[in-house]
């Protein structure tokens, strides 16, 4: 079959990291989009597989902002300075743009995760690390707790879980960086 005059992978890729951001990442697939662009879901197989696909190059694109907008956030930034602007700038992207969020977190095979925007990621959080005088594996420790709290009171926050009740969000945010930054500093835990 034919492309269609006017579609191409990038175009649709776009149109659904929009409709991510509108109805969720989760209720993105080749039908939706068709419906989007009053196609038949044929006329989109020349450009994407399945949804599947159409789902990893949504997270690849977002993985690709996402670290885009850490790199110009650590510019120039150590210590907790450099930790505050990474977290919020997972915080941040969580709240604008929702849907590209949740696809950041899709699980990418193993070679396609290889070659993504997520091992940037990777190398600034180890190098905001360094700051803190990590070794191994504590380093790699460390990157799995800033990635889970993180992740973590983004998608409560998000969900509203922290809204029925005070102090607010804002205070308690600071609070558990202040607190991972203490706990940098005297990395590792005792045992």
Same mark, same amino acid.
């Given at each position: 079959?034919?492309? %269609?005059?006017?579609?191409?992978? /990038?175009?649709? &890729?776009?149109?659904?990291?929009?409709?991510?951001?509108? *109805?969720?990442?989760?209720?993105?697939?080749?039908?939706?989009?068709?419906?989007?662009?009053?196609?038949?879901?044929?006329?989109?197989? $020349?450009?994407?597989?399945?949804?599947?696909?159409?789902? &990893?190059?949504?997270?690849?694109?977002?993985? /690709?902002?996402?670290?885009? +907008?850490?790199?110009?956030?650590?510019?120039?930034?150590? =210590?907790?300075?450099?930790?505050?602007?990474?977290?919020?700038?997972? %915080?941040?992207?969580?709240?604008?743009?929702?849907? +590209?969020?949740?696809?950041?977190?899709? %699980?990418?095979?193993?070679?396609?995760?290889?070659?993504?925007? =997520?091992?940037?990621?990777?190398?600034?959080?180890?190098?905001?690390?360094?700051?803190?005088?990590?070794?191994?594996?504590?380093?790699?420790?460390?990157?799995?707790?800033?990635?889970?709290?993180?992740?973590?009171? *983004?998608?409560?926050?998000?969900? =509203?879980?922290?809204?029925?009740?005070?102090?607010? &969000?804002?205070?308690?945010?600071?609070?558990?960086?202040?607190?991972?930054?203490?706990?940098?500093? &005297?990395?590792?835990?005792? $045992?």
């Amino acid at each position: 079959m034919a492309p %269609r005059v006017g579609l191409t992978t /990038e175009r649709l &890729t776009q149109a659904g990291v929009t409709l991510a951001d509108e *109805v969720g990442f989760d209720q993105v697939t080749v039908s939706e989009l068709a419906r989007r662009f009053d196609v038949k879901v044929a006329s989109l197989y $020349s450009h994407v597989k399945n949804s599947h696909d159409l789902k &990893t190059r949504i997270a690849l694109l977002a993985l /690709e902002e996402l670290a885009d +907008r850490a790199a110009d956030a650590l510019a120039g930034r150590a =210590g907790k300075d450099a930790l505050v602007a990474l977290a919020n700038v997972y %915080r941040d992207y969580a709240r604008e743009q929702p849907g +590209r969020y949740a696809a950041a977190q899709f %699980r990418l095979d193993p070679g396609t995760a290889a070659a993504s925007a =997520g091992v940037r990621h990777a190398k600034m959080t180890r190098a905001l690390l360094r700051g803190y005088h990590l070794d191994e594996p504590d380093q790699t420790h460390a990157v799995r707790l800033l990635g889970s709290v993180f992740h973590g009171y *983004v998608s409560i926050e998000m969900g =509203g879980g922290f809204s029925r009740s005070a102090p607010d &969000t804002e205070e308690t945010w600071s609070r558990v960086l202040d607190a991972l930054d203490a706990l940098l500093r &005297t990395w590792p835990p005792a $045992s």
